[in-house]
T-cell receptor, first 113, second 114 residues
Framework: GENVEQHPSTLSVQEGDSAVIKCTYSDSASNYFPWYKQELGKGSQLIIDIRSNVGEKKDQRIAVTLNKTAKHFSLHITETQPEDSAVYFCAASTNTGGFKTIFGAGTRLFVKA | DAGVTQSPTHLIKTRGQQVTLRCSPKSGHDTVSWYQQALGQGPQFIFQYYEEEERQRGNFPDRFSGHQFPNYSSELNVNALLLGDSALYLC?????????????FGPGTRLLVL
C-alpha cells in the first residue's frame, strides 16, 4: 500500500544551526504535502504546506521543497531556536481513489541552547 | 476563536469495554476526521465525517464507528477494546472533505487499555 517514509527519526542541532527533515512518498497521485509540528498537550499545528504545482515554498525561517519526479519533499528550518524542539510529521494527500492522507512516522527535533 | 477541542484528555479502560471520544471542530469547519497515533508512529486515518455521514474510511475494523451531529461535532466509538487500541486519538477538522484542505488537529485523547 501507499506509505510515507520520514528521516531522520531523531535530530539534534545546536541553536542557530539549520535542520533538515526528508520524506519520500510512494503514491504518485499525491498532490498536497503538509508539515505538522506536534508538542505535548498542544496538538499538531500545521507549519507549512506545499502543493504539487509548486517546487518550493518559504515562510520566514521555514521552507519546504518538493521534487515530484523523485517523489520526495523536505522541510528546512534555519536559525533554529529551542522552541523549535518538537516532533515534526510530514504527510502526503491525494483524493484519487478516495481521501487519503498518509503521515510519516515523525522526527523528534532537539535544539540545544 | 476556539480551535479543535477533544474530550476527555486521558482515559483508562480494560479489554472488552467500549469507549466514546468526543470532538468539537474549529469554528466554521464542517468536516471531521479521526486518526489513531500509536507511540512513536505517525497518525493513521480512521475515518472522515461530512454532512453527518461517514465519507471515507481507513483500514480499521468495524469495532471503530463514529457519528457526526448537526452542529458538526463528532464522536468516535470503539467497541470490544483490545490492548492494541491503546494510542493517542486525534480529531482534525477542515472546511471541506477534500484532502487538499488544511486540517487542524486537536490535542488528542490518550487511551490506555489494560
Amino acid at each position: 500500500g501507499e506509505n510515507v517514509e520520514q528521516h531522520p527519526s531523531t535530530l539534534s542541532v545546536q541553536e542557530g544551526d539549520s535542520a533538515v527533515i526528508k520524506c519520500t512518498y510512494s503514491d504518485s497521485a499525491s498532490n498536497y504535502f503538509p508539515w505538522y509540528k506536534q508538542e505535548l498537550g498542544k496538538g499538531s499545528q500545521l507549519i507549512i504546506d506545499i502543493r504539487s504545482n509548486v517546487g518550493e515554498k518559504k515562510d520566514q525561517r521555514i521552507a519546504v521543497t518538493l521534487n515530484k519526479t523523485a517523489k520526495h519533499f523536505s522541510l528546512h528550518i534555519t536559525e533554529t531556536q529551542p522552541e523549535d524542539s518538537a516532533v515534526y510529521f510530514c504527510a502526503a494527500s491525494t483524493n484519487t481513489g478516495g481521501f487519503k492522507t498518509i503521515f510519516g512516522a515523525g522526527t523528534r527535533l532537539f535544539v540545544k541552547a | 476563536d476556539a480551535g479543535v477541542t477533544q474530550s476527555p484528555t486521558h482515559l483508562i479502560k480494560t479489554r472488552g469495554q467500549q469507549v466514546t471520544l468526543r470532538c468539537s471542530p474549529k469554528s466554521g469547519h464542517d468536516t471531521v476526521s479521526w486518526y489513531q497515533q500509536a507511540l512513536g508512529q505517525g497518525p493513521q486515518f480512521i475515518f472522515q465525517y461530512y454532512e453527518e455521514e461517514e465519507r471515507q474510511r481507513g483500514n480499521f475494523p468495524d469495532r471503530f464507528s463514529g457519528h457526526q451531529f448537526p452542529n458538526y461535532s463528532s464522536e468516535l466509538n470503539v467497541n470490544a477494546l483490545l490492548l492494541g487500541d491503546s494510542a493517542l486519538y486525534l480529531c482534525a477538522s477542515s472546511t471541506s472533505p477534500s484532502p487538499q484542505e488544511t486540517q487542524y488537529f486537536g490535542p488528542g485523547t490518550r487511551l490506555l487499555v489494560l
